[in-house]
């Protein structure tokens, strides 16, 4: 008999305590579900950071259906083309002049002259003798005064090796060439979200005479090239540390990996790297940090022990997170999250001896389309998974980490929870949009 792929309604296999869970998969890989939930960034908003640039993407007509639409919805389709691929480009082995004419075509209808056109090619490309070598070389004879990078929408590779966002994070920067180092400037690179401005890191780097850089700051195609110029490379996310990586290997820029966390001797501990690498004094945040613990010591009691439901997107470290939040005295109930982190496992083994009943839920599951409530609930979530899966609209609308590091950035998130809890957001509205942060015309 037929049955509908996710139909039964029993939790096994998509939900577990963190007791009998494994790490880091706590569930099998399989068909995959993706909930209405959009904040999070894809390939296409990460492009747009680059200034002066134009994004061209070369696949068939399903998969150019989401692109298009990211494009649309936050208002940038006048940077956005797209090439069909038909069948005929595929059996006749024309692939190549179609590439070579088709980008050519795009550029020359364009209203105004990119600095750099992004090119983003598909898994057909992959299945296909196609020579890329071949189509940017014609491609940079033939506008020479346009930079060409090559960029990769390959779902079918999101299981092996890097990541289409590890790959795309580091082709972010391959534009960059190398030029004399200024030894007073730095960058931070691989975030999708803008650094808040208030945090620690940013005065420690500025406060020890240099010039801080990301691509938020970058107001023309030049002032993105002139980041090659930088002597160390700053790193808060994984994900942007294969870039880094790349960076280093490339054109020598050392970096320094400073982990997103919650940990109060974590964040420490990152401070003193930079300090050391700035040839600095490390700055006394013994205000910094009592201030962040008073944030938290207060949000606890204006919560009480209302349940707390958060989720992978809200942060990259989100079993350092929810470690903080239960040490505060928070009633952490469930964590959405399919995967966690390798230098989360100490987090996990925490939380697995000391709240062993904490329900692990995945969010990728198809299963879970039909165990999401329908009725509002009594829950304060954090992220926009954990929201949509709790039934709540009480809850913290962020993605990413939200550019909130280190203790300014707990006490940031500590007042979001509070006003989370008091004042109920249009969970529906909010949660659709594609891109935390970015422009939306929903």
Not at 202 to 225: K, N, P, Q
Request: glycine share 6%; hydrophobic share 40%.
């Amino acid at each position: 008999m037929l049955r509908r792929v996710g139909e039964e309604r029993n939790t096994e296999g998509v939900k577990t305590t963190i007791r009998e869970a494994a790490f880091p998969a706590p569930f099998y890989a399989g068909l995959e579900y993706s909930s209405p939930a959009r904040g999070t960034w894809n390939i296409v908003h990460t492009g747009m950071l680059i200034p002066e640039s134009h994004q061209i993407f070369v696949c068939a007509l399903g998969c150019l259906r989401g692109v298009v639409l990211t494009a649309a919805e936050m208002n940038a389709l006048d940077r956005y083309s797209s090439i069909q691929i038909r069948e005929e480009n595929v059996l006749d082995g024309g692939m190549e002049e179609l590439m070579i004419d088709g980008v050519s075509d795009v550029i020359e209808k364009l209203k105004y002259r990119p600095r750099a056109i992004l090119l983003f090619i598909s898994c057909q490309h992959f299945f296909l003798a196609y020579d890329q070598k071949l189509v940017f070389s014609a491609l940079r004879e033939r506008f020479s005064d346009i930079r060409f990078v090559d960029c990769y929408m390959i779902p079918t590779l999101r299981k092996s090796g890097l990541t289409p966002d590890q790959k795309m994070r580091i082709q972010m920067y391959r534009m960059w060439e190398e030029r004399p180092k200024k030894n007073r400037k730095i960058n931070l690179i691989g975030s999708n979200l803008q650094l808040a401005q208030d945090c620690e890191l940013i005065s420690m780097v500025e406060d020890a005479g240099y010039e801080f850089w990301e691509l938020h700051r970058c107001r023309t195609f030049d002032d993105y090239l002139a980041m090659a110029e930088s002597c160390l490379n700053l790193a808060i996310e994984p994900m942007a540390v294969p870039a880094a990586e790349d960076l280093k290997k490339r054109l020598g820029q050392d970096y320094l990996y400073l982990t997103f966390s919650y940990d109060f001797d974590e964040i420490e501990e990152n401070y003193r790297r930079l300090a050391d690498r700035l040839g600095t004094k490390k700055p006394d945040f013994t205000e910094e940090k009592e201030q962040a613990r008073q944030a938290l010591l207060h949000a606890r009691e204006v919560i009480g022990d209302t349940p707390v439901t958060v989720d992978y997107t809200f942060t990259f470290r989100i079993l350092s997170f929810a470690r903080m939040l239960l040490e505060y005295g928070f009633r952490v109930t469930e964590i959405f999250a399919d995967a966690f982190l390798p230098e989360d496992e100490e987090n996990f083994r925490w939380i697995q001896e000391n709240y062993p009943e904490i329900v692990i839920s995945a969010t990728n599951r198809p299963r879970m389309r039909f165990l999401y409530p329908h009725e509002e609930r009594n829950v304060l979530a954090v992220g926009q998974k954990a929201a949509y899966f709790s039934g709540t609209d009480h809850f913290v609308n962020a993605a990413e980490g939200g550019g909130w590091y280190g203790y300014r950035g707990i006490r940031t998130v500590a007042g979001l929870m509070e006003e989370a809890f008091t004042e109920k957001k249009d969970r529906k509205a909010l949660i659709q949009k594609k891109g935390y942060g970015c422009e939306s015309c929903i």
